[in-house]
């Protein structure tokens, strides 16, 4: 055979996107609303009834719908358990393969980004692998050497690069933030969003020089980078990390996994569970990489923002137990309001804030516990990005909603990043 021809269809293997969408076909995402609170407790139970699930929104509170993705083989047992307990859903995705079919038809078209090209040729409303962003994150520090340094926090389990990029103009001593995505390797949102705060605050100085000039802004767009490149090359729906195998399952929850009051409530001891916490806290080699690096620099580090999506929420500490907050409380409540206020300022999305068990569920082990416990970051903030719990899209949030999505998210963080600027 030519030798050109097998060059053009390797080339033409390795930049097309081999994103499994058959796997998919008849998967549905129900939406449950438990009505009471035995109901509510059925549905957290569900997994002790031997039906590992995939909840996409987790039960959180009676009236509050959750979503659970079922596969063709789980359907009649999940059914069965759900009118066992007279539960009515209604179906969120029809068949999942046809929204992640569109997406990696989409994702075949997208510009690639090189190793050495110009920064501004990323495109930010477009999903990137972990390749593209990795060379993007050495451009933007190339291009920009006194705003810009390349942070690296350490190596994956699959030894791929964990990596952070530093912005702020010279100074010393100077108040930091954190803000890091992509924790939970499907929500793309959020590695998006990460990308685009990198290029705001690189490419308009000018708006952001007095910021820069008074904090340093730490970005990681990718925490969890094997989870990561497992949703473009295996999995499009995996969440966790990929250590293991433990009971034959691969992965532990990185958001379960801190060592701050791990394994106390939300969180699994079954390694099969997609909320599986691991044998041990920081058992996981990404989390205990940030960890350490937000210790030694614990000094300088006013605020920490850690990104999930979807539905649309704005937490603070703690998760571990209801009813259970910071001292301070107050204070992120009122920096809370003005951030949500924000973010709808940008295109009315209406994200609701309050502490993770307030809003949410418990769940113990997660980084903003133990950023706010452990490390003493007053500002520890989760998000929950877009969609909200109407839209029929959840993980597979169309890429034209990237630049909607992540300036909104930007307004929120603005507030917080502002606020330690000013010493607030
Ligand atoms: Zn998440």
């Known amino acids: 055979m030519n030798v050109f021809l097998v060059l053009a269809a390797f080339l033409a293997v390795s930049f097309a996107f081999p994103i499994q969408y058959e796997m998919f076909e008849g998967h549905q995402v129900l939406r449950i609303v438990p009505q009471t609170k035995e109901q509510l407790e059925h549905l957290l139970a569900i ?31 999940v059914l069965a358990y759900l009118k066992k307990h007279e539960m009515e859903h209604t179906i969120y995705i029809e068949n999942l393969r046809t929204l992640v079919e569109r997406e990696s038809k989409e994702l075949a078209e997208r510009v690639p980004f090189n190793a050495g090209d110009d920064p501004s040729k990323i495109t930010l409303n477009q999903y990137h692998t972990l390749a593209d962003i990795l060379a993007y994150m050495n451009s933007v520090a190339t291009a920009n050497p006194t705003l810009a340094s390349i942070v690296n ?91 293991g195998p433990r009971s034959g399952c691969y992965g532990v929850d990185p958001n379960r996994n801190w060592n701050f009051k791990w394994g106390v409530a939300g969180s699994s001891n079954n390694p099969c569970s997609e909320t599986y916490d691991g044998p041990s806290p920081f058992s996981e080699v990404e989390p205990k990489q940030v960890a350490d690096f937000l210790t030694a620099n614990k000094a300088n580090l006013k605020a920490y923002f ?64 133990f950023t706010n416990a452990v490390l003493g970051i007053d500002y520890s903030f989760g998000m929950e990005l877009r969609p909200n719990g109407d839209a029929s899209n959840g993980f597979v949030l169309p890429p034209s909603q990237i630049i909607a999505g992540a300036s909104e998210t930007w307004a929120g963080l603005q507030v917080v990043l502002n606020a330690v600027a000013n010493g607030q």
Not at 51 to 72: M, S, Y
Not at 317 to 346: C, E, M, R
């Open 153 to 243: 926090i350490g190596m994956s389990y699959q030894k791929q690069a964990l990596t952070a990029i530093k912005i702020g103009n010279p100074g010393t001593n100077k108040p930091a933030v954190w803000i890091d995505g992509g924790i939970h390797a499907r929500e793309w949102i959020t590695t998006a969003t990460v990308l685009y705060i990198i290029n705001e605050l690189t490419t308009k100085q000018s708006q952001y020089s007095k910021l820069l000039s008074t904090i340093d802004v730490y970005l990681m767009p990718v925490v969890n980078a094997d989870g990561y490149t497992y949703t473009f090359t295996n999995d499009r729906m995996w969440r966790k990390t990929r250590s």
């Open 47 to 77: 997994e002790s009834s031997g039906i590992l699930v995939d909840f996409w929104i987790e039960p959180r509170q009676v009236g509050k719908a959750a979503h659970l993705r079922v596969t063709p083989q789980q359907h009649d047992d």
């Open 306 to 369: 850690n990104l999930h999506s979807y539905s649309e929420d704005w937490m603070y500490p703690f998760g571990w137990a209801a009813h259970t907050y910071p001292a301070d409380v107050n204070k992120l409540k009122a920096i809370s309001a003005q951030a949500v206020a924000a973010i709808q300022a940008v295109n009315g999305e209406k994200f609701q804030y309050g502490s993770i068990t307030d809003i949410v569920y418990p769940a113990s082990g997660s980084t903003i516990d």
